[in-house]
């Protein structure tokens, strides 16, 4: 049993250990993209014959608290009215529906081209409200915005230029926050999407691996969409989905790192978990459906085979990390139990330096975001050290979905509330979205913040330390989420 235990746990670590180096590998690619100037070829918007017509797509489903601050803010979109439709795409079956509607009738009186699109049934989720809605598209371009989702005036002016070659399929701008210091939930969420938006999508795109459209902030060429075999609603991430399938087609991605589209972060951790169990499962879902027809496409290189690998199983990796979590204590008991060992132990502590590798990444991310010095360094020493324990303390509800996702387990799209909530003095109380089930994986969490309360004190009978700041770290990201998921709910 005991080599049993130490075999599973040191192929955790390596396989994590590998992960880190293609993070490493992602931060070298970013670091050689500061240096590239820019050069592609863009529309000349001086020239009327060049401006193309537009489609702008609004995919909603009972967003009452947001509705009206979305449709206000796309109405002020800087693009010619000719040029420009708006569908907004609803779903809902609350009473935002007839809300929704005054409001659009209002916009209509000002000449904008302005869709209200209902369907029978939600048949496909919002990949299906996508596709119904691209049948009756004027649009040669698609730009895709969700609910909490706020762009700038220039917005189309700055990404559709771009489609001038018309080898690109998409144009994907970075997410910015609109209540990023609202809590330490939202902090530590725009910690974990800048690094995503920063660094990893920077360089893959630079190195020209697969990237993702991320569901929104976005625009398709409609020839892409079509030809890559349009939006399915089989995956619970059906912009990761389209993305792998036109980037089989042959379809450029092109990414905007300096276009930043803000967005509402949620603010309550039981909205949080629905959006990363669709992120984590629908990740693994693709992983099934695409990955094997891209290792076996023999013009993908072997480097973006690579990549590929570990981006459609990032999510994959909170299996392996609460694996090396639930098995951490055993093993100490297995060190101290077996002195003539001991010198294994010590190679296993080499894999600490996947710490160490995300710790750069993750602080090339935050100076380019947050600017460097002491005081930032040392902020993002905590906020490092916070996220990281908090995600471990998702890691049981992020394994399920994973799980799930792997073994082919279907499950109904459920969209993230939204609440319009961007400082301190909005409350999110009473939004008549939120959940009022406790999550079966709380009870796990609150076993395991016990389990790790109690590592640490078998730390002092063994007089072992070696694991005491992982242990400290899962014992406070575990009762985090369990706290947080029973105080969200009175």
């Not at 130490?6 to 992960?19: C, D, G, P, R, S």
């Not at 603010?267 to 459906?289: D, H, L, M, P, T």
């Not at 590929?308 to 299996?319: A, D």
């Amino acid at each position: 049993m005991d080599a049993a235990i130490i075999i599973v746990y040191t192929l955790a670590l390596l396989v994590i250990f590998m992960y880190s180096l293609s993070q490493l590998n992602l931060l070298v690619s970013y670091l050689k993209s500061r240096k590239k100037t820019e050069n592609a070829s863009v529309f000349d918007f001086a020239n009327v014959e060049e401006i193309p017509l537009v489609t702008v797509q609004l995919p909603v489903y009972n967003e009452l608290y947001v509705m009206e601050r979305l449709l206000e803010n796309i109405a002020l979109l800087n693009y010619p009215k000719d040029k420009l439709e708006i569908q907004v795409l609803d779903d809902s079956t609350d009473e935002s529906v007839i809300s929704t509607a005054k409001i659009i009738a209002e916009l209509q009186k000002t000449g904008l081209d302005i869709q209200h699109i209902r369907r029978q049934d939600r048949k496909g989720f919002k990949a299906g409200a996508l596709k119904e809605g691209l049948v009756i598209a004027k649009g040669e371009y698609i730009a895709i915005f969700d609910a909490d989702f706020l762009p700038g005036p220039d917005w189309l002016l700055q990404t559709i230029p771009y489609f001038k070659d018309s080898k690109i399929g998409v144009v994907q701008t970075r997410w910015g926050h609109l209540n990023r210091n609202y809590s330490m939930l939202t902090k530590i969420q725009a910690f974990a999407l800048d690094f995503h938006f920063t660094m990893e999508q920077v360089g893959r795109n630079f190195n020209n691996h697969f990237i993702n459209f991320n569901g929104t902030a976005g625009v398709w060429r409609k020839a892409c969409i079509i030809d890559a075999g349009n939006w399915q609603g089989d995956t619970l991430t059906e912009d990761l989905d389209l993305s792998y399938r036109a980037q089989l087609k042959k379809w450029k991605f092109k990414y905007l790192e300096d276009v930043e589209t803000p967005a509402e972060l949620p603010v309550v951790i039981s909205a949080a978990r629905s959006q990363q169990f669709r992120w984590n499962k629908g990740a693994a879902e693709n992983f099934q459906k695409l990955y094997w027809k891209l290792l076996n496409d023999k013009t993908v290189s072997f480097k973006t085979k690579l990549h590929s690998f570990f981006h459609l199983l990032n999510s994959s990796m909170f299996l392996l990390v609460l694996l090396v979590a639930v098995l951490s204590v055993p093993v100490m008991y297995i060190k101290n139990n077996n002195p003539d060992f001991a010198w294994y132990f010590y190679v296993l502590a080499f894999f600490s330096v996947s710490t160490v590798i995300f710790f750069c990444c993750y602080w090339y991310t935050f100076k380019k975001i947050h600017g460097g010095g002491f005081w930032n360094w040392l902020e993002y020493v905590k906020l490092f050290f916070t996220f990281f324990s908090i995600a471990m303390g998702f890691s049981v509800h992020n394994s399920m979905a994973v799980l799930e996702g792997h073994f082919g387990k279907k499950s109904e799209f459920v969209r993230t509330p939204k609440f319009n909530v961007n400082n301190l003095k909005d409350s999110w109380k009473g939004n008549k979205y939120l959940s009022k089930k406790i999550s079966g994986n709380t009870i796990l969490e609150a076993l395991l913040t016990a389990y790790f309360g109690y590592a640490l004190y078998i730390a002092f009978e063994l007089q072992d330390f070696g694991l005491f700041l992982f242990h400290i770290m899962l014992f406070l990201g575990f009762g985090f989420v369990f706290v947080k998921s029973v105080t969200s709910k009175v």
